[in-house]
């Protein structure tokens, strides 16, 4: 545990740490958090920082104690766990959204969740998450693929690239956030081989690797079964502002 004056908790990750090597911190699978406090809740009324869209990075960054580890460093599942649990580190495990039943758009509820209910999603047994190296064969195209997990840091540069493009009238979502993923092609590794392939893969291709990376991530599991309308329906939990900024506080 940390020496410094505040109290903190150790948490555990989705991924059980096996992404990030041997010799990092998050091998273990856990990361100390702080709770938060007045000068992180100051972050979150930063007007500024929320213009920019980095208000949670740089309140998750407040909150991480573990030694050489930033929000970026995290594979965007673990980051969805670190999220959840700050949340309920600050104010607690209960939050009150309106979520929309998913069957009838006009029926909405006001409903409390319990985060501690979220679960992690269980690992792949037959994946070998080592060292964020996977291989994946396109069905169609029989391409040899390897490809790695997003962190934050990754998801930061698709976002500004992402950005880019739509000033140009362009949305290359699919094919941008497939460049940051895949690291060979056939055995090439070059950035311009990884374009093309990014940028012409056949769409059934496209949806299998993508339904892999979604089946095999690590991740925290954002959905719950609930009552709207007298029927029980799965919905997703809503991340609103009010998941930092809840109305009893």
């Known amino acids: ?17 096996k992404v990030y090597g041997k010799e990092s911190p998050l091998a273990e699978g856990k990361i100390e958090l702080k709770y938060m406090t007045t000068r992180e809740e100051d972050i979150l009324m930063s007007e500024n920082l929320i213009k920019k869209g980095v208000v949670i ?6 909150l991480i104690v573990t030694k050489g580890v930033t ?25 009150t959204a309106e979520v929309t039943n998913p069957n009838n758009s006009e029926q909405k509820v ?8 979220c679960k992690f999603k ?15 064969e396109t069905p169609i195209g029989k391409n040899k693929l390897k490809f790695k997990l997003i962190t934050g840091a990754e998801e930061k540069l698709i976002e500004k690239d992402l950005q880019q493009t739509k000033k140009y009238g362009y949305n290359s ?16 590794s070059k950035p311009e081989i990884i ?26 599991d954002l959905t719950s079964e609930i009552e709207i309308g007298g029927e029980t329906v799965s ?3 809503p991340l609103t502002v009010e998941f930092f900024w809840p109305k009893s506080i």
Do not use: C, W
Request: hydrophobic content about 40%.
């Open 110 to 117: 006001e409903h409390t969740f319990d985060l501690t209910q």
């Open 57 to 62: 990075d740089k309140l998750l960054d407040s």
């Open 122 to 136: 269980e690992l792949s047994e037959d994946v070998d998450y080592s060292d964020n190296s996977f291989d994946f």
């Open 235 to 237: 919905v997703s939990i």
């Open 1 to 17: 545990m940390s020496e410094l004056k505040f109290p903190t908790e150790v948490i555990d990750l989705p991924s059980g740490g």
């Open 195 to 220: 374009t093309a392939a990014s940028q012409n893969m056949l769409a059934r291709d496209s949806m299998a690797l993508r339904n892999y990376i979604q089946k095999i991530s690590p991740d925290i």
């Open 71 to 95: 929000q970026e460093s995290l594979v965007l599942g673990d980051k969805n766990a670190v999220l959840v649990a700050a949340r309920i580190l600050a104010y607690g495990p209960e939050y």
């Open 173 to 188: 979502e699919v094919s941008t956030r497939l460049r940051y993923t895949i690291i060979e092609v056939d055995g090439d």
